[in-house]
């Protein structure tokens, strides 16, 4: 499961290794969004969403669109339904200017998520942590 992102960039490396590792063990993929009630996006959000769940498609994801407040939440029990078993998420770079009440999904994710693998997409191309 690719956890897709709508802030920072794109999330081509993220759908490309998900799709591999579903590929490797013959698992389905799914790109999964999750969007809260209050989220507010802009024209370059919209569109590079819309080119990351192109991309999705292509790669023979399922595309999943949540809604929840509870955005891990909302991850958890979708990973627990589909049984999947692993789930990757990126970890973007943090902004200059971090809004106060907004948190990133990952460490979260990693806190809450007992029995799955977490893979996190880091900064630099090509570096993947796993949990």
């Known amino acids: ?26 698992g389905q993929f799914y790109a999964v969004f999750v969007d809260s009630p209050r989220t507010r996006f802009g024209n370059a959000e919209v ?15 399922r595309i999943v669109w949540l809604e929840s407040s509870d955005m891990v939440g909302a991850l958890l029990q979708f990973a627990s339904q589909s049984r999947v078993g692993r789930v990757f998420v990126t970890r ?10 907004r948190r990133a999904v990952y460490p979260d994710l990693l ?8 893979d996190v997409v880091g900064f630099e191309r090509g570096k993947l942590t796993s949990r």
């Not at 499961?1 to 013959?26: F, I, K, T, V, Y």
């Not at 569109?47 to 994801?61: C, F, M, P, R």
């Not at 806190?111 to 977490?118: D, T, V």
């Open 92 to 101: 973007n770079r943090p902004s200059q200017f971090p809004l106060l009440f």
């Open 47 to 61: 569109k590079a969403l819309i080119e990351d769940v192109i991309l999705a498609s292509y790669l023979g994801a």
């Open 1 to 26: 499961m690719a956890c897709l992102s709508a802030r920072g960039s794109s999330n081509g490396e993220l759908l490309r290794r998900a799709s591999a590792a579903a590929r490797e063990h013959d």
């Open 111 to 118: 806190s809450r998520a007992n029995g799955l693998r977490i």
